[in-house]
């Protein structure tokens, strides 16, 4: 079977730097990627990490350790803009479009 | 560039009836994959097609079917509708594995 792992709920204050983690067992594994989704839309593609490391876009970075099977999405500098659902979800071959999600992780922003 | 286009945005439908719903991917995008979304079940992989052809499935009964089209455009049907059908249905298109772009969904409601 498959299942990622992300906590239900996080809280910070603008400005600050939230970390959400992202453990996953897959019986195939490709590599992680993370989505955005506000109340009402569509999810975002946000980043993919397809190799161990770090992946930095802008205000976002997203991590990955297969060792570990464990991954995190990074947001710097937070906005109000960025309270959000927020999803990983793992690739199970690197020939296909199928995405496991995670249950996802509210981000909520304070002033 | 045109994103992914779904329609319609809105159906209601009674128990038993069947539906189709209608995905045009981002042009140049052959792999589009559709998922259902609700509160409880978060976001499920229905199926992916590729050049035509069906590439993936998830777990969900044979009342779910898909197709593709040789330009691309996907279409998904649910036949006998229970309530249970009532979600979020959201189409992804793809051309690099793990970055999937989505549409705003059809938001069907069985009633």
């Known amino acids: 079977g498959q299942s990622l792992e992300q906590p239900s709920e996080v809280t910070a204050v603008e400005g600050a730097i939230v970390q959400i983690n992202c453990t996953y067992q897959?019986?195939?594994?490709?590599?992680l990627s993370w989505y955005q989704q506000h109340d009402g839309g569509a999810p975002t593609f946000l980043s993919y990490n397809g190799l161990d490391g770090l992946e930095e876009t802008g205000r976002f970075s997203s991590f990955l350790s297969r060792s570990d099977s464990y991954g995190y999405l990074l947001l710097q500098e937070l906005q109000m803009k960025d309270s959000a659902s927020y999803f990983c979800a793992a690739l199970g071959s690197g020939n296909t479009g199928k995405l496991i999600f995670g249950q996802g992780t509210t981000l909520q922003v304070k002033p | 560039k045109a994103g992914v286009t779904q329609t319609p945005r809105y159906l209601i439908k009674t128990r038993g009836q069947q539906v189709t719903l209608s995905c045009s991917p981002i042009?140049?995008?052959?792999?589009v994959s559709w998922y259902q979304q609700t509160p409880g079940q978060g976001l499920q992989f229905l199926f992916e097609?590729?050049?035509?052809?069906?590439?993936n499935k998830g777990n969900f009964p044979g009342r779910f079917s898909g197709r593709q089209f040789s330009n691309s455009r996907s279409e998904m049907n649910v036949s006998t509708l229970e309530l249970g059908d009532s979600a979020l249905y959201l189409c992804?298109?793809?051309?690099?594995?793990?970055?999937?772009?989505f549409g705003q969904g059809t938001r069907l409601t069985v009633v």
């Open positions: 992804a298109s793809s051309l690099v594995a793990g970055e999937a772009f």
């Open positions: 097609y590729f050049s035509e052809t069906q590439r």
């Open positions: 042009s140049g995008h052959r792999s």
């Open positions: 897959t019986s195939g594994f490709y590599g």
